[in-house]
């Protein structure tokens, strides 16, 4: 079956630096989504990708799709502390299910 | 509006019992999809349901049942719980079938089996 993998697991960053979050599907995906998921809150949508090479900015976050819709990127430039959480990304192929990967989880010190 | 509503949001229950979980989907949203959480994963797929019909599953036993109701809501069942039950349970909820839409998560019932 699809499998959504993301790199890295963790990521420890001073407050004001960029942060990076790759995302790599084993199969084509229909259409890839982003969210956030705050300690002890649940996942938030950032964000759906559709078209292939695909790339969308909301305020300090930019994410991607790649031209094979098979991995995606999300990247925060000049993190702030409101950013701590896990990023997660899910795939959608040909069925209804999100498949999650593992998430990132950011760290941001002030 | 209220969004996507989950109850209870804590349940401590023993090994081999029963238990059911509900969700209430956003205004104007018609399926409903489960997720298990375990802690530091992400969340895994357990089904969906859409016109009260459990569309889609994923890759859970047969002791993972659902209900969806004319209201749109919805009801998860675990049976004969196990130890590696406990978990996170998240509710969606989405529009219009589910597919190239955002999904919004309910607060989630923290499961703990002993």
């Known amino acids: 079956g699809q499998q959504v993998m993301q790199i890295p697991q963790y990521q420890h960053v001073q407050e004001g630096e960029d942060f990076t979050t790759y995302c790599n599907s084993s199969?084509?995906?229909?259409?890839i989504q982003w969210y956030k998921q705050r300690p002890g809150g649940h996942p938030v949508f950032l964000i759906q990708?559709?078209?292939?090479?695909e790339v969308k900015k909301q305020k300090r976050l930019t994410f991607q799709f790649g031209e094979a819709k098979k991995n995606s990127s999300l990247h925060i430039t000049a993190t702030q502390t409101t950013d701590v959480g896990t990023y997660f990304c899910?795939?959608?192929?040909?069925?209804?299910?999100?498949?999650f990967g593992k998430g990132t989880s950011l760290l941001v010190t002030p | 509006d209220a969004g996507v509503t989950q109850s209870p949001t804590h349940l401590i229950k023993t090994r081999g019992q029963q238990v059911t979980l509900r969700c209430s989907p956003k205004?104007?949203?018609?399926?409903v999809s489960w997720y298990q959480q375990a802690l530091g994963q992400g969340p895994q797929f357990i089904f969906q349901?859409?016109?009260?019909?459990?569309?889609q599953r994923g890759n859970f036993p047969d002791r993972f049942s659902g209900h969806q109701f004319p209201n749109y809501s919805s009801e998860l069942n675990v049976n004969a719980l196990l130890l590696g039950d406990s978990a996170l349970y998240l509710c969606?909820?989405?529009?219009?079938?589910?597919?190239?839409?955002?999904?919004?998560f309910g607060q989630g019932t923290r499961l703990t089996v002993v």
């Open positions: 969606a909820s989405s529009y219009v079938g589910g597919r190239n839409t955002e999904a919004f």
């Open positions: 199969t084509t995906l229909s259409n």
């Open positions: 990708l559709v078209k292939s090479g």
């Open positions: 899910a795939g959608l192929n040909s069925g209804y299910a999100l498949n």
């Open positions: 205004s104007g949203h018609d399926t």
């Open positions: 349901y859409y016109e009260e019909e459990e569309r």
